[in-house]
């Protein structure tokens, strides 16, 4: 049976931060326009920020505005989307993956300068799995899908969960694929087969854990109740 993974970034790399500090915007904001703030805000009426599913199109070109000295990453979750690297969309491309649409990204520093070794683009998840099995999960709370923002499933409340049950059928069916729960949505998850894809061309800044150790690291990582959570995928 093919072995499941969630990807995360690996922390320890040179130029992988540990929280990517910077905002995203469809243009270059001089630091004289937000005196006062060390970031310039974020714009609430940008429908791409909150958009998903229902998205039609991104911007030609966003800027990640941002804090850090040099960015050499090639996964992050950001705005509702993940940045990548272009070695990282080009493997990813070739395994035929979840729906997505992108737009490159340029990393500036807060002087306009640009402040990363490589290329990026961000992207925007239009196509996701029903990776849990509601009838054998138990939650605190569920709630129907927003149809507005192009939900498909109903959402659980994962924090407290008793039980929660993946069905392996459902994960196996994109190399790479999209769970849109809250806390799972941080992540991307793949088969086997992408892995190797990924590690074969010497990419450090990305880990892979197996699927069965997702309760787990979503407990240390975001610090959530989630000890006494009985994980199950079958």
């Not at 599913?53 to 950001?78: A, G, Q, S, V, W």
């Not at 923002?149 to 790479?176: C, H, M, S, Y």
Request: with cysteine; hydrophobic share 35%; net charge neutral.
């Amino acid at each position: 049976m093919n072995q499941y993974y969630f990807m995360t970034r690996n922390r320890n790399a040179k130029g992988t931060p540990i929280y990517l500090d910077g905002i995203l915007h469809t243009q270059f904001i001089p630091r004289e326009e937000y005196k006062g703030s060390t970031l310039p805000p974020v714009l609430d009426n940008d429908k791409w920020r909150t958009g998903w599913m229902n998205l039609t199109e991104l911007p030609e070109k966003l800027y990640l505005i941002n804090k850090h000295r040099l960015l050499d990453f090639d996964y992050c979750d950001k705005s509702n989307g993940f940045i990548i690297s272009e070695e990282l969309k080009a493997i990813m491309d070739k395994h035929n993956p979840m729906k997505y649409i992108s737009t490159p990204v340029v990393m500036v520093n807060r002087d306009g300068e640009v402040n990363s070794r490589k290329n990026y683009f961000y992207i925007v998840i239009q196509e996701d799995v029903q990776a849990i099995d509601f009838d054998k999960s138990k939650f605190i709370e569920v709630r129907p899908p927003d149809i507005e923002v192009g939900e498909r499933f109903q959402r659980a409340e994962i924090i407290g969960a008793p039980k929660i049950v993946f069905n392996k059928k459902l994960l196996g069916t994109k190399p790479i694929f999209f769970i849109y729960q809250p806390f799972l949505r941080t992540f991307l998850y793949c088969n086997e087969e992408f892995k190797n894809s990924v590690e074969a061309q010497k990419i450090k800044t990305i880990e892979f854990y197996p699927i069965e150790k997702l309760i787990e690291f979503m407990e240390n990582a975001f610090h959530l109740k989630l000890s006494d959570t009985e994980f199950i995928i079958e």
